[in-house]
Nanobody, 123 residues
């Protein structure tokens, strides 16, 4: 099994910054990709940013130039640095790990989510 734990988030004024962290642990053979998503009540969960095994990244248009996704491979951790925050960035943020796990019957793919963390941008 794989456990995913998020930290960070909170209340910040418009124009401020926050940093989210998310760490995965367990029977991980390799991490194929990591990402951050956000979701408002009653709406679908949307991709904010992702980083792939190659190191390439992708961002939602709404956050380009303001958010940066990064990783620490040794710690199986992904970060989201959020700058110049706007009220419309207010959401619950979820991290996601796409992994290959070692099991008793061999390798298998897994898709794991963090518990979610609230980000509120308000004056």
């Amino acid at each position: 099994q794989v456990q995913v734990v998020e930290s960070g988030g909170g209340l910040v004024q418009p124009g401020g910054s926050l940093r989210l962290s998310c760490a995965a642990s367990g029977s991980i053979f390799s991490i194929n990709g990591m990402g951050w998503y956000r979701q408002a009540p009653g709406k679908q969960r949307d991709l904010v940013a992702a980083i792939f095994a190659s190191g390439s990244t992708t961002y939602a248009d709404s956050v380009k130039g303001r958010f940066t996704i990064s990783r620490d491979n040794a710690k199986n951790t992904v970060y989201l640095q959020m700058n110049s925050l706007k009220p419309e960035d207010t959401d619950v943020y979820y991290c996601n790990f796409k992994v290959t796990m070692m099991t008793s019957v061999g390798r298998r793919l897994g898709d794991y989510w963090g518990q979610g963390t609230q980000v509120t941008v308000s004056s």
